[in-house]
């Protein structure tokens, strides 16, 4: 079945430090959207794309999705305590009708 | 508008008790699912329904079964708790299938 993997689990940055998150499907997905949960939360859609290569900007957010489409990139610039929660892709493979979460990043910013 | 609204917040259960876990949408949606979270494993499609009358399994169905009682309210049935399904619970909708989802403020079970 579809995996779709997230790196890191994890990862905790001074405030200020750029911090990215990986995700990475075993294949060819038809779209990919971004989560974020705050602790305590629930998630909050960011964003989707749905072309090749394609990259979006929301202020300090960059998305891409990979030119070969399985895999995409979450880069936060600068980061904010603000921008601490998880961040989660979930990906939906050609042919299938759900998307498939992967596990997520945890990011914690230290001020 | 409320947005997706999920009842109870929390609930205890003991193994073999049933319940239902209650979810309505004022956005008119045609796309609603139920997702469970365990810590380090993400969300978890457990059923969705793309539009109303229609329901599918997702990623883990058993154990569970849902019903679209109508284009706002989807509802998911523990008939006999078991610990595995100690969770937190989110619904979640979409104006169509694929486009983004709106998620509720979750119900935290446990089951002892």
């Known amino acids: 079945g579809q995996q779709v993997m997230q790196i890191p689990q994890y990862q905790h940055v001074q405030e200020g430090e750029d911090f990215t998150t990986y995700c990475n499907s075993s294949?060819?997905?038809?779209?990919i959207q971004w989560y974020k949960q705050r602790p305590g939360g629930h998630p909050v859609f960011l964003i989707q794309l749905v072309k090749s290569g394609e990259v979006k900007k929301q202020k300090r957010l960059t998305f891409q999705f990979g030119e070969a489409k399985k895999n995409s990139s979450l880069h936060i610039t600068a980061t904010q305590t603000t921008d601490v929660g998880t961040y989660f892709c979930?990906?939906?493979?050609?042919?299938?009708?759900?998307?498939?979460f992967g596990s997520g990043t945890r990011l914690q910013v230290q001020p | 508008n409320a947005g997706v609204t999920q009842t109870p917040k929390f609930q205890v259960l003991k193994t073999g008790q049933s319940m239902t876990l209650q979810c309505a949408q004022d956005m008119n949606h045609n796309s609603m699912y139920w997702y469970r979270q365990d810590p380090g494993m993400g969300l978890r499609l457990i059923y969705y329904?793309?539009?109303?009358?229609?329901?599918d399994k997702g990623e883990v169905p058993n154990g569970y079964n849902v019903s679209r009682l109508n284009k706002r309210e989807f509802s998911l049935r523990l008939e006999s708790a078991a610990p595995s399904q100690t969770s937190v619970y989110f619904c979640?909708?979409?104006?169509?299938?694929?486009?983004?989802?709106?998620f509720g403020p979750g119900t935290r079970l446990t089951v002892t």
């Open positions: 329904s793309a539009s109303e009358g229609t329901t």
């Open positions: 979930a990906g939906r493979e050609s042919g299938r009708r759900a998307l498939t």
């Open positions: 294949t060819t997905l038809s779209n």
């Open positions: 979640a909708s979409s104006e169509a299938r694929y486009l983004e989802q709106y």
